[in-house]
């Protein structure tokens, strides 16, 4: 059972939107923050989002304030991230994480649970 498998992702048009999902299995979800990254060709891995399960605490980055929403359904331990409005500059892999720390730390590397990433392509 793999504890971290993201989905969502395709190729759109500048404008449209799409919804990535993280599903959880294996651990306790309650406890953990999940984050969101991309990393585009040739540059290096940005945070994007971050969630707290336990207590609905949210973090975005600037560059996606306004346009991505990060929610969670408990129930199916899953953590979405909306994102509408994208833009050709959104276009990279998505990679989501999970992390049982007390915060949502800085890089994916510091997640304890990592998924394989998905592919996100919009084209102008």
């Known amino acids: 059972e793999v504890p971290i498998v993201e989905s969502g992702g395709g190729l759109v048009q500048a404008g449209e939107s799409l919804r990535l999902s993280c599903v959880a299995s294996?651990?306790?979800?309650?406890?953990?923050?999940i984050g969101w990254f991309r990393q585009a060709p040739g540059k290096e891995r940005e945070g994007v989002s971050c969630f707290s399960v336990n207590d609905g605490t949210t973090w975005y980055a600037d560059s996606v304030k306004g346009r991505f929403t990060i929610s969670s359904d408990n129930a199916k331990k899953t953590v979405y991230l909306q994102m509408n409005n994208l833009k050709p500059e959104d276009t990279a892999v998505y990679y989501c994480?999970?992390?049982?720390?007390?915060?949502?730390?800085?890089?994916?590397?510091?997640?304890?649970?990592r998924g394989q990433g998905t592919q996100v392509t919009v084209s102008s």
């Open positions: 294996g651990f306790t979800f309650d406890d953990y923050h």
């Open positions: 994480g999970a992390s049982n720390s007390y915060y949502c730390p800085d890089t994916l590397n510091e997640y304890g649970y």
